[in-house]
């Protein structure tokens, strides 16, 4: 099917991660960085070339566009989503690809930066790359193929679609977000206008690996008032809200911090500290995988919190949490087709699938529970948010034969 079909997810992918599309968390706009619409022009304009004649982005930088049905069924409609921003963790200006060809195994030393490597033995799946080609950054800054490998993996897939018409398919909707890096994916998305039945995110990891369970997430907001005085008459006066609010942090246990928990294990972690002698604010993300936990977490930290500001008279805290998204396992077990036909599509690119659960959150978590019911499959994306972000081109093209055959296994179930 694909034997002789000429890829363009690579030459896509190269060009969309030049354009600097990193978000902000502390602006309050959407997008909240205007730099996202230079991509987002590029893409309604190359989907418009495609064939997709009503591709077009709108004044909140989402980009909408529809491939039409070729089908007499009556078939779900189906979404693909990918985001366009960038990490805030790590520099997207000026992106340097570098493709390593026919990878031999070994460590993978950044050219412009040689104390950035990309070693064999810190990530597994360079072990099943052997022979593949590799991009990877050149050391100064991210890649960005969390999550431009997703964009350019939906409009390779895209371009296959068009130009096979005896694939049968119904209406396929392409949306592409900013904003998800810092949480705000879908906020202004039209779910009415984009008029799908259940979606897909491209933005996952390993190759096969189809993510069908994501962390609930909590923000809690700690703000701390001390009561300050001179330093030079501060006996037995002062309360220091910033040494309060290292004592605090230091008593969260170790084990239930990001260092050192894996798999289903949750965590609470101080993303962002900020103040003075007289007030501190502490910003943290707390995850799990059930709701109850991560109550219990929540409940834990605020009992710290008690614990500490209890010793000293004149201090005080408030304790504001912020439902962020929640583990969209329980929209989706609901309608097991949808995991169901992305199994099969993997199995049809001669991939064995693997049913997974990712320590994060997509788009498509906040999409489930807004009535657009949507898993996350792999995109071939690793070591995202640093400047050791890698990934395969072999792991990108299966991915645009995932969406194909995903594509085709809806018709043919209708």
């Given at each position: 099917?694909?034997?002789?079909?000429k890829?363009?997810?690579?030459?896509?992918?190269?060009?969309?991660?030049?354009?600097?599309t990193?978000s902000?968390?502390?602006?309050?706009?959407?997008p909240?960085?205007?730099?996202?619409?230079?991509?987002?022009?590029?893409?309604?304009?190359?989907?418009?070339?495609m064939?997709?004649?009503?591709a077009?982005?709108?004044?909140?930088?989402?980009?909408?566009?529809?491939?039409p049905?070729?089908?007499?069924?009556?078939?779900?409609?189906i979404?693909?989503?990918?985001?366009?921003?960038?990490?805030?963790?790590?520099?997207?200006l000026?992106?340097?690809?570098?493709?390593?060809?026919?990878y031999k195994?070994?460590?993978?030393?950044?050219?412009?930066?040689k104390?950035q490597?990309?070693?064999?033995?810190?990530?597994?799946d360079?072990?099943?790359?052997i022979?593949?080609d590799?991009?990877?950054?050149?050391?100064?800054?991210?890649?960005g193929?969390?999550?431009?490998s997703?964009?350019?993996?939906?409009m390779?897939?895209?371009?296959?679609?068009?130009?096979?018409?005896?694939?049968?398919?119904?209406?396929?909707k392409?949306?592409?977000?900013?904003?998800?890096?810092?949480?705000?994916?879908?906020?202004?998305?039209?779910?009415?206008?984009?008029?799908?039945?259940?979606?897909?995110?491209?933005?996952?990891?390993?190759?096969?690996?189809?993510?069908?369970?994501?962390f609930?997430?909590?923000?809690?907001?700690?703000?701390?008032?001390?009561?300050?005085?001179?330093p030079?008459?501060?006996?037995?006066?002062?309360?220091?809200?910033?040494?309060?609010?290292?004592?605090?942090?230091s008593?969260?246990?170790?084990?239930?911090?990001?260092?050192?928990?894996?798999?289903?294990?949750?965590?609470?972690h101080?993303?962002?500290?900020?103040?003075?002698l007289?007030?501190v604010?502490?910003?943290?993300?707390?995850?799990?995988?059930?709701?109850?936990?991560?109550?219990?977490?929540?409940?834990?930290?605020?009992?710290?919190?008690?614990?500490?500001?209890?010793?000293y008279?004149?201090?005080?805290?408030?304790?504001?949490?912020?439902?962020?998204?929640?583990?969209f396992?329980?929209?989706l077990?609901?309608?097991?087709?949808?995991?169901?036909?992305?199994?099969?599509?993997?199995?049809?690119?001669?991939?064995?699938p693997?049913?997974?659960?990712?320590?994060?959150g997509?788009?498509?978590s906040?999409l489930?529970?807004?009535?657009?019911?949507?898993?996350?499959?792999?995109?071939?994306?690793?070591?995202?948010?640093?400047?050791?972000?890698?990934?395969?081109?072999?792991?990108?093209?299966?991915a645009?034969?995932t969406?194909?055959?995903?594509?085709a296994?809806w018709?043919e179930?209708?």
């Open positions: 099917m694909f034997s002789s079909y890829y363009t997810v690579t030459e896509r992918f190269l060009r969309y991660v030049k354009i600097d990193q902000d968390p502390t602006s309050k706009t959407t909240s960085t205007e730099k996202q619409k230079n991509l987002g022009k590029i893409l309604a304009e190359e989907l418009k070339q064939g997709l004649n009503d077009h982005m709108d004044d909140h930088c989402y980009v909408y566009a529809t491939l049905a070729n089908t007499t069924k009556k078939v779900p409609v979404c693909f989503c990918s985001h366009m921003d960038t990490s805030p963790d790590c520099s997207g000026n992106v340097n690809p570098v493709i390593n060809e026919k195994g070994g460590d993978i030393v950044l050219k412009n930066d104390t490597v990309i070693r064999f033995d810190e990530h597994d360079l072990k099943n790359q022979g593949n590799i991009i990877t950054t050149d050391g100064t800054t991210l890649l193929a969390d999550n431009k997703g964009l350019a993996e939906i390779d897939a895209m371009h296959y679609l068009i130009n096979h018409p005896e694939i049968k398919h119904g209406a396929i392409v949306l592409f977000t900013p904003d998800e890096e810092i949480g705000r994916g879908v906020d202004k998305v039209d779910l009415k206008k984009l008029g799908a039945d259940f979606a897909y995110t491209m933005d996952g990891e390993n190759l096969g690996h189809i993510e069908n369970e994501t609930s997430a909590d923000g809690v907001t700690l703000t701390i008032n001390g009561f300050p005085t001179h030079g008459f501060a006996k037995n006066k002062m309360q220091h809200a910033m040494k309060i609010a290292a004592e605090i942090i008593l969260i246990p170790k084990d239930k911090t990001p260092e050192t928990t894996e798999g289903k294990q949750p965590f609470m101080p993303v962002a500290i900020n103040g003075g007289e007030q604010v502490i910003k943290f993300i707390i995850r799990a995988f059930d709701t109850p936990t991560l109550h219990s977490l929540e409940a834990e930290l605020k009992a710290i919190a008690e614990k500490v500001t209890g010793k008279s004149k201090c005080s805290f408030t304790f504001d949490v912020q439902e962020q998204y929640r583990n396992k329980e929209v077990d609901a309608n097991p087709k949808i995991v169901d036909y992305a199994v099969e599509a993997v199995k049809r690119t001669g991939v064995k693997v049913l997974s659960s990712i320590r994060g997509t788009d498509g906040r489930s529970f807004m009535g657009l019911p949507c898993p996350n499959i792999f995109a071939g994306e690793h070591a995202f948010h640093s400047k050791q972000e890698w990934v395969s081109v072999q792991d990108m093209q299966k645009v034969e969406i194909v055959h995903l594509s296994i018709e179930k209708a």
